[in-house]
């Protein structure tokens, strides 16, 4: 029986696991609910403040308990049911955070943090139709409140914005994206990660001068990121800036480019009239990510500029591929190039069947030497040029270097000359 001494005991626990909890001690905290929980094993406020410091220590076992408990002492308390959920969802346990959630929002469907979790838990596990539904929720929700509460809630109004707008995007809804983006950075605008997506759905919807204001935002608060560089590139290039662009990715070293970067960088090369140096750009980054069809559409359009239609037919098949099978969508944009193709295929009798000798994966040197010792060696370029230096942390999977390897790589400045830099090995030589 828990007299009234016995509670004084209990606050005076719960104050002293505060203080720790202030000075961030959580585990200390959490041994002194326990003390108060030992005294009153079903005291709330004690099993409550145990399972929260359980939660900031990390001790998610032991907090998911104590929450359990609470939910058997109050049924219809949502808050537990959520607290539960909320220990798997910090731990990414997706599938268990749902079937939580949904069980605190049985008890109380307008849960506006509940829904907001659950709707991020469905982008984790590529459930986009709940996921949407969800945040759809939580949105509404939040459009409800009285001025007090919105303001009170308005950073789960504005995620919840910024994941849907994500999904948006994904599905190829710009529209529907631009506006839900607006409201994500209306209500957090130093969120850099917000206002790349704004600027990506503005890029969508051909607004390159509104989509270059919100990405240079977000890189003055994320500076250097690459995908923001990229997206601004591509505003700049939209707007016929292809000079600024160029400098704009300059700013990322060859070694650290990925995919889209090298894909950026075709689309300026394509831009200015050199489409060689596109193709090239673009395969760089095809080499490193062969799985995007987006590169291959953009390669595509390099080789048409080319007046290489049989390896244009082949990149545009390969996008729309990909597109469909990745994402079960249709790639118009690719499909209708194709069919420019294959019009001028007819009209100029071009063999569509029987592209050139050369594919996209051709080697572009052979490894001619290497000293392991040392950790460097020489390729020998196929295009006549002359022998490049390289160094082993420049290559992927460094421990199958083997002099006669073909090679794909880039080529960069060094303080001693040209060197190659991003070496991918071609494993038909």
């Known amino acids: 029986m828990v007299t009234p001494q016995s509670n004084k005991q209990i606050e005076s626990i719960l104050a002293q696991a505060e203080q720790l909890a ?31 410091y359980l939660s900031r220590a990390k001790q998610y076992g032991e907090a ?61 596990l590529n459930e986009n139709e709940a996921a949407i539904d969800s945040l759809q929720k939580c ?87 690459d995908f923001i560089i990229a997206s601004i590139a591509q505003a700049l290039i939209d707007l016929s800036r292809f000079d600024e662009a160029e400098k704009a990715l300059a700013r990322i070293p060859e070694k650290y480019r990925k995919e889209y970067v090298w894909r950026a960088v075709g689309k300026v090369k394509l831009a200015q009239g050199k489409s060689k140096e596109a193709i090239d750009a673009i395969n760089t980054g095809i080499r490193l990510d062969s799985k995007n069809h987006n590169a291959y559409f953009q390669l595509g359009l390099a080789y048409i500029a080319d007046n290489n239609y049989p390896q ?40 569509l069947t029987s592209p050139p000798t050369k594919s996209v994966e051709a080697p572009m040197g052979v490894i001619t030497k290497y000293n392991n010792e040392r950790g460097f060696g020489f390729i020998k370029r196929n295009n006549g040029e002359p022998d490049l230096f390289f160094h082993v942390s420049c290559v992927q999977n460094s421990d199958k270097i083997q002099v006669g390897r073909g090679v794909n790589f880039t080529v960069e400045d060094s303080p001693k000359g040209k060197r190659a830099n991003s070496i991918t090995f071609i494993d038909n030589i």
């Open 22 to 52: 202030q000075k961030l001690d959580w585990s200390g905290a959490a041994n002194k609910c326990r003390e108060a929980v030992t005294i009153a094993p079903e005291n709330v406020a004690a099993l409550d403040k145990l399972g929260w």
């Open 312 to 351: 244009a037919y082949n990149a545009l098949l390969r996008a729309i591929d990909i597109r469909k099978s990745v994402y079960n969508l249709d790639f118009l944009e690719a499909k209708q190039k194709l069919d420019e193709v294959q019009e001028n295929a007819r009209n100029n009798n071009i063999d």
């Open 64 to 124: 998911i308990k104590a929450y359990e408990k609470l939910s058997g002492l109050e049924p219809n308390m949502a808050k537990w049911f959520y607290m539960v959920g909320y220990q798997y969802y910090d731990q990414q346990q997706w599938k268990n955070a749902i079937t939580w959630f949904d069980q605190a929002l049985s008890r109380y469907e307008n849960y506006l943090k509940v829904l907001y979790r659950k709707g991020y838990a469905h982008t984790k």
């Open 139 to 225: 949105i509404n929700v939040w459009k409800n409140l009285n001025d007090q509460d919105k303001e009170k809630e308005k950073n789960t109004y504005s995620d919840a914005c910024f994941q849907l707008g994500k999904l948006y995007l994904s599905a190829g809804l710009s529209i529907k994206a631009e506006s839900i983006l607006a409201e994500a950075t209306k209500f957090d605008p130093q969120d850099g990660y917000k206002l790349y997506e704004y600027g990506k759905a503005l890029l969508k919807n051909q607004k390159p001068e509104e989509a270059l204001t919100q990405l240079q935002k977000a890189d003055k608060i994320e500076h250097g990121k």
